[in-house]
């Protein structure tokens, strides 16, 4: 448990408006959409269990039903981040690694 706390505090004093993030989701209708696609930070309410938006480009139509009142955003648990990055390609090349099994 402190170990998990210590990564939630890394992450909460890191993460920033702006930074690219790849995000892990456990909605089987989203998991492959989630976990293979870069979303952007775009707010944060620590009051909340869900307390950080994330807004996506290109969501396939059959997807839109799981984003709410019709908009790219999503919120997500900070335990939800598996990568971050102030710079996109970073995480490009990650998620081409994984593709690639590199």
Same mark, same amino acid.
């Given at each position: ?29 989203i998991v492959e959409f989630i976990n293979n696609t870069i979303g952007k930070i775009i707010g944060f309410d620590y /009051?909340?269990?869900? #307390?950080?938006? *994330? ?5 396939? %139509?059959? $997807? ?10 999503? /919120?997500?648990?900070? #335990?939800?981040? *598996? ?5 996109? %390609?970073? $995480? ?11």
């Open positions: 448990m402190i170990t998990q706390f210590k990564i939630f505090e890394v992450l909460q004093s890191e993460l920033e408006v702006g930074d690219y993030v790849l995000m892990r989701s456990s909605v089987h209708s /009051d909340k269990y869900n #307390n950080i938006k *994330v807004t996506y480009d290109n969501i396939p %139509e059959d $997807l839109r039903t799981y984003w709410f009142n019709n908009t790219n955003d999503r /919120d997500f648990n900070i #335990n939800q981040v *598996v990568e971050f990055s102030k710079n996109k %390609e970073e $995480l490009e090349l990650k998620l081409a690694a994984k593709k690639y099994n590199l």
